[in-house]
Nanobody, 115 residues
Framework: QVQLSESGGGLVQAGGSLRLSCAAS????????MGWYRQTPGKQRELVAT???????NYADSVKGRFTISRDNAKKTVYLQMNSLKPEDTAVYFC?????????WGQGTQVTVSS
């Protein structure tokens, strides 16, 4: 069983930065692909970024060059550094862990970017 807990969301002005953290419990973190997704009301949850156990990253086109995903296996934590934030980045951000065929989700953290 894996539990994920996000933190770091909040209100920021356009052009600002935030860093999200996701702390994981359980022993499979280092072997899991980790990711960040986001969702706005009435829309489907969308991929923001992923990072494999080996450190390979992947980003949605809308955040490339602005967001950076990273992980610290010793701390069982994955991060999302968000720079040059835009109002359209406003969403609830969810942490995700994929291990084999199993998916785990955090409870989400709200990010609001004001114009």
């Amino acid at each position: 069983q894996v539990q994920l807990s996000e933190s770091g969301g909040g209100l920021v002005q356009a052009g600002g930065s935030l860093r999200l953290s996701c702390a994981a419990s359980g022993s499979i973190f280092s072997s899991s692909m980790m990711g960040w997704y986001r969702q706005t009301p009435g829309k489907q949850r969308e991929l923001v970024a992923t990072i494999t156990s080996g450190g390979t990253t992947n980003y949605a086109d809308s955040v490339k060059g602005r967001f950076t995903i990273s992980r610290d296996n010793a701390k069982k934590t994955v991060y999302l550094q968000m720079n040059s934030l835009k109002p359209e980045d406003t969403a609830v951000y969810f942490c995700n862990a994929k291990f084999g065929l199993m998916y785990y989700w955090g409870q989400g953290t709200q990010v609001t970017v004001s114009s």
